[in-house]
C-alpha cells in the first residue's frame, strides 16, 4: 500500500481514533488552516484545489486497500471540508471555532444534496465530494453571518 496515500487519508493519524474520527480529523485540519489562514485568497484557493485532487486519489487508494468504501477512519475529506467552511472566514480564534461546529454540523446532518452525494458516489471522489459540499454550506453561513457577529 502506497504509505503517503495512507497518511493522507488518514488525516496525518487522526482517523485513527478510537471514537469520532470524523472529529478528530476536523481536529486536524485547525492548524493547516492557521498555518494558510493569511494566504492570498488566490494561493488558499489554490491549495484546497490541490488537497482536493491529492485527496480524491489519496483516499481511493487507501480505500481500495481497505476493500471498504468511506472507511471511518478515513478522514482527509473532513480536513479538506474545513478548509473549504474556513476559506472566506475572519480571524479570530472564535471563527475557527464556528467554522469547525457548522461543518460538523453540515457532515454528521448531510442536508440534500450532500446526503444524496454520500449514498451515490463512490471511489475517491465520491468520499471526498459529500464533505467538500459540507465545506461549502459551512462557508457560504460564514458569508451571512459575519457581518452580523463582533468579536
Same mark, same amino acid.
Given at each position: 500500500m502506497? =504509505? @503517503? /496515500?495512507?497518511w493522507?487519508?488518514?488525516?496525518?493519524?487522526?482517523?485513527?481514533?478510537p471514537?469520532?474520527p470524523? *472529529?478528530?480529523? *476536523?481536529? /486536524?485540519? %485547525? +492548524? !493547516?488552516?492557521?498555518?494558510m489562514?493569511?494566504?492570498?485568497t488566490? *494561493?488558499?484557493?489554490?491549495?484546497?484545489? !490541490?488537497?482536493? $485532487? @491529492?485527496? %480524491?486519489? /489519496?483516499?481511493h @487508494?487507501?480505500?481500495?486497500?481497505?476493500?471498504?468504501?468511506?472507511?471511518g477512519? $478515513?478522514?482527509w475529506?473532513?480536513?479538506?471540508?474545513y478548509?473549504? *467552511?474556513?476559506?472566506?472566514?475572519p480571524?479570530?480564534?472564535?471563527? !475557527?471555532? $464556528?467554522?469547525f461546529?457548522l461543518?460538523?454540523?453540515?457532515? !454528521?446532518w448531510? +442536508?440534500?444534496p $450532500?446526503?444524496?452525494?454520500?449514498?451515490?458516489?463512490h471511489g475517491?471522489?465520491? %468520499?471526498? @465530494?459529500d464533505d467538500?459540499?459540507a465545506?461549502? =454550506?459551512?462557508m457560504?453561513?460564514? %458569508?451571512?453571518?459575519? +457581518?452580523?457577529?463582533?468579536?
Open positions: 502506497n =504509505f @503517503v /496515500a495512507k493522507l487519508a488518514l488525516g496525518f493519524g487522526s482517523g485513527l481514533a471514537v469520532a470524523g *472529529t478528530f480529523g *476536523t481536529l /486536524a485540519a %485547525i +492548524p !493547516i488552516f492557521v498555518l489562514q493569511n494566504l492570498p488566490s *494561493t488558499y484557493i489554490g491549495l484546497v484545489l !490541490i488537497f482536493s $485532487i @491529492v485527496g %480524491i486519489w /489519496a483516499c @487508494v487507501y480505500s481500495r486497500a481497505l476493500g471498504v468504501h468511506d472507511h477512519s $478515513i478522514v475529506d473532513e480536513v479538506v471540508g478548509l473549504i *467552511t474556513m476559506m472566506f472566514a480571524q479570530g480564534w472564535q471563527w !475557527i471555532v $464556528i467554522g461546529f461543518f460538523r454540523l453540515f457532515d !454528521i448531510k +442536508p440534500w $450532500i446526503r444524496l452525494l454520500d449514498r451515490h458516489v475517491g471522489f465520491g %468520499i471526498m @465530494v467538500m459540499l465545506g461549502v =454550506f459551512g457560504v453561513v460564514i %458569508i451571512l453571518i459575519k +457581518p452580523y457577529v463582533e468579536f
